[in-house]
């Protein structure tokens, strides 16, 4: 069963940055796209930025990212085959980025979600 375990959350002033971790057990993460999805309270999950599994477990090159809108500019998604790990990092934050934040891969194949991360950027 493949696990997902988020970390790297915290308190921030608007403005400052986080850098985000996902660590994932089993051979899914090689071979599937990524992503990074944020739930805000009240709110439904979503997506926030992707990013392709590249040409090997051990080549970057040919990895391709998405964002969304509202991250564009401000958020990187990065991936380490190697070690079977995804980074979010997330810079100029703003208050409405609040939220628990996940990974999974994209679209959505891991039916048991890790804890999250909680991500909370203060005024």
């Known amino acids: 069963q493949v696990q997902l375990v988020e970390s790297g959350g915290g308190l921030v002033q608007a403005g400052g940055s986080l850098r985000l971790s996902c660590a994932a057990s089993g051979s899914i993460f090689s071979i599937n796209a990524m992503g990074w999805y944020r739930q805000a309270p009240g709110k439904q999950r979503q997506l926030v930025a992707s990013?392709?599994?590249?040409?090997?477990?051990?080549?970057?090159?040919?990895?391709?990212?998405n964002y969304a809108d509202s991250v564009k500019g401000r958020f990187t998604i990065s991936r380490d085959n190697a070690n079977n790990t995804v980074y979010l990092q997330m810079n100029n934050l703003k208050p409405e980025d609040t939220a628990v934040y996940y990974c999974?891969?994209?679209?959505?194949?891991?039916?048991?979600w890790g804890q999250g991360t909680q991500v909370t950027v203060s005024s």
């Open positions: 990013i392709t599994s590249g040409r090997s477990k051990y080549i970057t090159s040919g990895q391709s990212t």
């Open positions: 999974n891969t994209y679209p959505v194949m891991i039916s048991s």
